[in-house]
């Protein structure tokens, strides 16, 4: 009897531990990533968009709407990256602490509208810095008992972030100077290319709501044929279809897949954001700095119609000989 009641009063303690455990709910998943670095153990930890998912698009549920509707702090990327989620959060009724990550960043501004910018301002790892001094203190904010805890995990994730900037600044240096052209399926790389000194192209902007146009493809082909480039890239949440036929047409080879919009699921190859910079550095060396190999293309078979014309022709003259032998 005295051990299922110290069963019954464990499970009771342990459920008012949780309980008491602050909710952190992030809008994307390299944000709750860098939460997790930060907080760890300390917070519970949610997650609107799924991993994998693309924040450009996402359609919340109200799962989600319950989600937020129960945190005690939201984080979110802000720069347009998810224009549903303020309607979501004013919607859902909540009353939790709503930082924006990216606040002190310098972004970088759309060159087609006025007064929009480039979300992706996480795949400039000194921006990143700024990403994380911002949760810390957000977090120190709203749990302030445990700000030593925040403080040293932070100091200690910023240095780990310091030592992957220097990482991919000389492994860059490895694509020969000519062939320093990222081409992707859209425009998610352009701090990346900013920070660590690469051009970049890609079929469609910053938003993967954009629809690839005749005039984008010329531009990538173009793009491709000048720079003689030896790879393109596909993206982790966009259909690969489109750059694997440009790839084709033009005779070079998929690089890899890159991951811009999301971290990878745990069995991938970038399960979290700082493995999703380094496996995109790695990716991208590896691919750029070979030699330009030809794609084989199998051969084309005979014109289907003449070749339907010449099997119609023998049967023809097959039934002819047949006519003329019976009629003798």
Do not use: C
């Amino acid at each position: 009897m005295n051990g299922i009641l110290s069963i019954f009063f464990g499970l009771f303690i342990l459920t008012n531990i949780n309980a008491q455990k602050p909710k952190v709910v992030s809008s994307a998943s390299m944000i709750m990533d860098m939460t997790k670095n930060i907080a760890g153990d300390l917070v519970e930890h949610g997650l609107i968009v799924p991993i994998g998912g693309d924040p450009h698009i996402y359609d919340p549920t109200p799962r989600d709407a319950q989600l937020v509707s129960s945190a005690d702090q939201i984080f979110i990327n802000g720069l347009t990256f998810e224009g549903w989620v303020l309607e979501l959060i004013a919607n859902s009724g909540t009353k939790a602490f709503i930082d924006t990550v990216t606040n002190g960043i310098t972004p970088i501004g759309s060159e087609i509208y006025k007064g929009s910018y480039d979300p992706h301002a996480w795949m400039d790892l000194s921006n990143a810095l700024v990403y994380i001094k911002n949760i810390k203190n957000a977090l120190i904010n709203l749990d302030p008992k445990n700000e030593h805890a925040y403080t040293k995990n932070h100091d200690v994730y910023r240095a780990k972030l310091i030592d992957l900037d220097n990482y991919i600044m000389n492994r860059i240096q490895e694509i020969p100077a000519g062939k320093r052209m990222l081409i992707t399926s859209h425009d998610a790389f352009k701090y990346y290319g900013k920070r660590y000194g690469l051009q970049l192209e890609a079929i469609v902007g910053i938003s993967t709501e954009a629809q690839a146009q005749t005039s984008d493809i010329i531009r990538i082909t173009k793009a491709i044929k000048e720079s003689n480039v030896p790879a393109i890239f596909v993206e982790s949440t966009i259909n690969p279809k489109l750059i694997e036929q440009i790839a084709s047409d033009n005779n070079v080879l998929i690089g890899g897949k890159l991951y811009a919009d999301s971290i990878g699921l745990e069995n991938s190859e970038a399960p979290s954001y700082y493995d999703m910079l380094k496996h995109n550095t790695d990716v991208i060396v590896n691919a750029l700095s070979q030699e330009k190999i030809s794609v084989l293309k199998p051969k084309k078979s005979s014109n289907s119609l003449l070749t339907y014309l010449i099997i119609g022709f023998v049967f023809l003259f097959g039934m002819l000989l047949s006519v003329v032998k019976l009629n003798r």
